[in-house]
């Protein structure tokens, strides 16, 4: 069982930068792919970045250049800092362990954190 905890989430202006927090429970943390998701008023959630066991990082191609994921296993903590922040990002974000793969894939993780929310003001 993993239990994960977002935070950091906040308003900022356009080009702004928020680093979003992601704490989990569990002994097997480091084995976990763990992903950050996005979902905006009245539109599907969407992949944004993940990183896997061996830190190995994807991203969507939305935030590409701008948004960095990372962890630290020793804390149990993944990260999502957000730079060159535009209104098109204001989203609740949610972070997601999964052991399964494709890791751009919502349905193959199994814990999900309650999500922060972010808003880029124009």
């Known amino acids: 069982q993993v239990q994960l905890v977002e935070s950091g989430g906040g308003l900022v202006q356009t080009g702004g930068s928020l680093r979003l927090s992601c704490a989990a429970s569990?002994?097997?943390?480091?084995?976990?792919?763990m992903g950050w998701f996005r979902q905006a008023p009245g539109k599907e959630r969407e992949f944004v970045a993940a990183i896997n066991w061996s830190s190995g990082t994807y991203y969507a191609d939305s935030v590409k250049g701008r948004f960095s994921i990372s962890r630290d296993n020793a804390k149990k903590t993944v990260y999502l800092q957000m730079n060159s922040l535009k209104p098109e990002d204001t989203a609740v974000y949610s972070c997601a362990a999964s052991l399964r793969g494709p890791v751009i894939i919502d349905r193959v993780y199994d814990y999900w954190g309650q999500g922060t929310q972010v808003t880029v003001s124009s």
């Open positions: 569990g002994r097997t943390f480091s084995s976990y792919t």
